[in-house]
């Protein structure tokens, strides 16, 4: 599948980091959890939603990442890579604990609302001030794991569809209907809040 290549520089980079850890560099890798925890705290966190077991998952995820840094090829941001373990680290612990990842929790809630509305929701334009950015964290918290997870890639990492499909295993046409879905259910979060938004 296409992928959005990551600039040249950023991939000569990656590389080089990625060379000093295999060679057991002194603080290479302590550098690379310091890059990238943030990433993986995102990723987790917005699939768990549980500190400690975020936690636990972050260290197994770095783990996972010093296990298999070797098949790290290159061809894409080291970014992207690190969150495809992230993601699979954190979608495993959903399984075993039976929790759906893409199956609505809580209700129908502003389902009745949605039906109604086009997808001219601007996500960014509707948090200028921190109280909306407030409701809005709320509101995607009441969203299922797999759209949480979507949302964060796309929005707070700016990764591109392409890249997210790599992170995920998802089509790209998937990932593009579970944001579009978000973004209207989002928006009928929101609007009984926050009132109706300007297109």
């Known amino acids: 599948m296409p992928a959005f290549p990551a600039p040249q520089d950023t991939l000569q980079a990656d590389r080089a980091l990625v060379e000093a850890v295999l060679a057991g560099a002194p603080g290479a890798f302590e550098r690379l959890v310091r890059e990238y925890q943030g990433l993986c705290w995102h990723v987790i966190d917005r699939m768990v939603r549980h500190p400690e077991d975020t936690r636990e998952l972050c260290q197994e995820a770095f783990l996972r990442v010093h296990q298999a840094l070797h098949q790290y090829r290159g061809e894409s941001a080291l970014k992207s890579w690190i969150a495809q373990v992230a993601y699979s680290v954190a979608k495993r612990h959903l399984e075993k604990k039976r929790i759906p990842l893409a199956d609505a929790a809580g209700g129908d809630d502003g389902r009745s609302l949605l039906e109604s509305i086009g997808d001219g929701f601007d996500l960014e334009a509707s948090t200028a001030d921190g109280e909306a950015v407030a409701l809005l964290h709320a509101a995607i918290e009441r969203l299922p794991p797999l759209q949480r997870t979507l949302l964060t890639l ?9 890249e997210i499909s790599r992170v995920t295993g998802l089509a790209e046409g998937t990932i593009k209907s579970h944001l579009f879905r978000s973004r ?8 009984p809040t926050v009132g109706v938004f300007a297109a």
């Not at 209207?184 to 609007?191: D, M, S, T």
């Open 184 to 191: 209207k259910q989002l928006r009928g979060l929101l609007e």
């Open 154 to 162: 796309y929005h707070l990492e700016e990764l591109p569809i392409g």
